[in-house]
Structure formats: C-alpha cells, structure tokens
C-alpha cells in the first residue's frame, strides 16, 4: 500500500520538480535555421526551418501536432466580451514593475550570443568597429563582414523557479 502510494504521488511530485528546476534552453541558429526552446529530457519546442513554419512540440520524446482541426474556410467564433461596471482595472506600483522586471533579468542567463552582420556600407562597419570591441567579451562575440552574410547563434537559459518565483510575489506583493 505504501509502495503505491509512494509511486502515485512521488512520480508526479518529481515530474513537477523536474519542470521547476531544469532550466529551460532557448536556441537560435540562423545559419543552420534551428529555432528551439527545449528543456533538458522533457519538452522541446521547436520551428521546422524545411515546412512552413508550423510550431512542433515533443513531450517526453513523443510528438504532439499543433495543427488546428479546422477547415481552412471557416473563421473562428467570435465571443463578445461583456463589459464589467464594478472591476477595478490591474494596476501595480512602479516598485512592483519594477521587481518584476529585475526578477525576470536574474532568471535568465546568457550562455553565448555570436552575431556576424553585414551592413552594406564600409564606413558604418569602420564606426562600428571601436562600439563592437567594447561589446565584445565574455559569452558575446559580435563582428561585422564583407561578405553579405548575416548570422546570429544565441543559446539563452531560463531558471523557471526564481521566474515563477518572482511572478507569484508580482501578483500578491502589495
């Protein structure tokens, strides 16, 4: 009897903790058109650069179409809204938004952002040339060419607790 309850409700607990936890990745590499947010064994999320952009998702390994059911002639039903008299509007105080902002920034983390961009004007790439060097460093590396290519390679990581974190407090810090 404990082992099933153990099993019934650790399973979901470590599955929630997993969510919580691993930080989720997000990708972009327009050399090879990769364009992903994964997390690490559980979801990947990502834009099939061969197809028309449709939005694939896979979940635990299995993948889940996206693709709506309807037919494409028929439109959506539109609801009508109905307009409350007594709802205050969501207002917050700056300090608040200001909280949320800052929380968001420390829950993310930039891993490498390599970037080469052709501008088309050989004085505009010479200007640019002192800003890039001062930009440069740590995990970004940005560079300007000659050769009418234009690249970007991010790798963004996202710690999904402190953003949760910092939303819960948003929504009920006074």
Request: proline letters at 5%.
């Amino acid at each position: 009897m404990v082992v099933a309850l153990l099993i019934l409700f650790g399973i979901p607990c470590m599955i929630l903790c997993a969510l919580l936890f691993v930080p989720v990745v997000l990708t972009i590499d327009t050399t090879r058109g990769t364009y992903e947010i994964r997390q690490r064994g559980m979801i990947v999320f990502y834009v099939d650069p061969q197809t028309f952009p449709v939005l694939n998702l896979k979940i635990f390994g299995v993948r889940v179409d996206l693709r709506s059911k309807r037919e494409p002639g028929k439109t959506a039903p539109v609801a009508k809204r109905k307009i409350s008299k007594g709802k205050k509007p969501f207002r917050r105080s700056a300090d608040a938004w200001v909280y949320l902002l800052r929380g968001a920034r420390r829950s993310l983390k930039l891993v490498n952002l390599n970037g080469t961009f052709d501008l088309c004007d050989v004085s505009l790439n010479a200007q640019l040339f002192p800003v890039l060097n001062l930009v440069n460093g740590g995990p970004v590396y940005i560079t300007t060419n000659f050769s009418r290519t234009n690249c970007l390679k991010l790798l963004l990581e996202v710690k999904v607790y402190r953003l949760a974190w910092t939303i819960v407090r948003f929504f009920t810090k006074q």
